[in-house]
């Protein structure tokens, strides 16, 4: 093991004290994977996957992940673990993908699951908290899916992430703060990030569930009847008095009516609508954070997707509170390989065009002439688009 590597992963271990790692998946124990990981029986037509490094890669062993293996199918696999909320705590979730076939049209991303999913018939009906990751088909789609959960529906990012379409393996990140900031970033790099109050377009449901509120607890205090007309009620029309001290005095409390006794139909006078709820706001936190990005009760990881022709990789799964913890995971895993990946394609692409070539010099000399097109036809460049 190199250095580097020893270096980043004892950072890594030094951040397990501070970090709370809620799974983390790399395939390291070969064929043991399938004791974690449970196939959908929910159609018998599912796709099913391998333990694969592909064709080329940067470490033989520690590149091994999922891998797709039939064309044209539908995939769902999914893997169990402790329950977790992550109210009031950063969510990061992050993974490795490799599209090796040169993925023309099909999904390359996961799916965070409550802990109650049913494993044996996940489908795409299967409901889940996040949907992260690339998605491809043809030359319109070339996106990063992130779409959350909240209020009973799904909603997506609307801006438009562009993910990598080359067939190497590339690492994707995606972090939800108890702020509301969000960010996605590939390969380690910041791609987009800002407020996942407004980049889910979810202001509208926050103003709906706020009039809402107000309404009803209008309705209550004005419909309460003899339950609530014999208590006092604030003096709308005083003003705090000049020489009042907030510092040193506290909030001032302003005069306090007595409300007449109760008649039928009769509303309350002297009591302002939005006075009344800035005091009820004040008095029982009516202002609470929304849950924009928190999730009660997440307990699975999985993949549920479609596509056409078979072959990518997914690996190094880790789901953390701890931004350092998974930049420095994603250096000791990914960081370490995606070099050597390379060489090795560089590599298998020379070798495949000296045998290329040496076919054509055959082939000339056998007096086909349509050698030089077959040659063209034949090598295969796996460059980015």
Not at 92 to 98: E, F, G
Not at 373 to 384: A, L, S, T
């Amino acid at each position: 093991m190199a250095a580097a590597e020893v270096q980043l992963w004892v950072v890594c271990l030094l951040r397990v004290a501070l970090a709370t790692v809620y799974f983390q998946e790399e395939f390291l124990d070969g064929e043991r994977w399938r004791n974690r990981w449970v196939q959908s029986t929910n159609d018998s037509q599912f796709g099913h996957f391998r333990l694969s490094s592909g064709k080329f890669y940067g470490h033989k062993e520690k590149d091994k992940g999922l891998q797709t293996t039939q064309n044209g199918r539908f995939y769902a696999i999914s893997a169990r673990f402790k329950p977790f909320s992550n109210k009031g705590k950063t969510l990061v979730i992050q993974y490795t993908v490799k599209h090796e076939q040169k993925m023309d049209c099909g999904g390359g991303y996961i799916k965070v699951f409550p802990a109650d999913v049913d494993q044996k018939n996940l489908n795409g009906k299967s409901q889940y908290y996040v949907m992260f990751g690339p998605d491809i088909c043809g030359f319109d789609i070339k996106k990063i899916h992130v779409i959350l959960y909240f209020k009973n529906q799904y909603h997506s990012n609307k801006k438009s992430i562009r993910c990598k379409v080359d067939a190497f393996t590339h690492l994707y990140t995606l972090i939800l703060r108890p702020d509301l900031t969000y960010d996605v970033k590939v390969d380690g790099q910041s791609i987009e990030s800002g407020s996942i109050e407004y980049d889910w377009q979810l202001t509208s449901l926050k103003k709906m569930e706020k009039s809402s509120a107000e309404s009803k607890d209008w309705d209550q205090v004005t419909d309460s009847k003899t339950q609530d007309w014999e208590k006092h009620f604030l003096d709308a029309s005083a003003s705090k008095p000049s020489d009042w001290n907030s510092e040193l005095d506290g909030d001032w409390p302003g005069p306090m009516l007595q409300k007449p006794p109760y008649q039928d139909s009769l509303k309350p006078e002297g009591i302002d609508k939005d006075v009344w709820l800035h005091q009820n706001m004040r008095s029982t936190n009516y202002l609470t954070e929304y849950d924009l990005s928190e999730f009660e009760n997440i307990g699975a990881i999985g993949l549920e997707l479609w596509q056409v022709r078979s072959g990518t990789i997914f690996d190094n799964f880790l789901i953390t509170d701890d931004e350092e913890y998974a930049e420095n995971f994603g250096k000791a895993t990914w960081g370490e390989t995606k070099g050597p990946e390379r060489e090795m394609d560089a590599i298998q692409a020379k070798e495949e065009l000296r045998k290329a070539q040496e076919e054509e010099e055959e082939e000339l000399l056998a007096g086909n002439f349509d050698a030089r097109q077959n040659f063209f036809n034949r090598f295969h460049r796996r460059d980015e688009l």
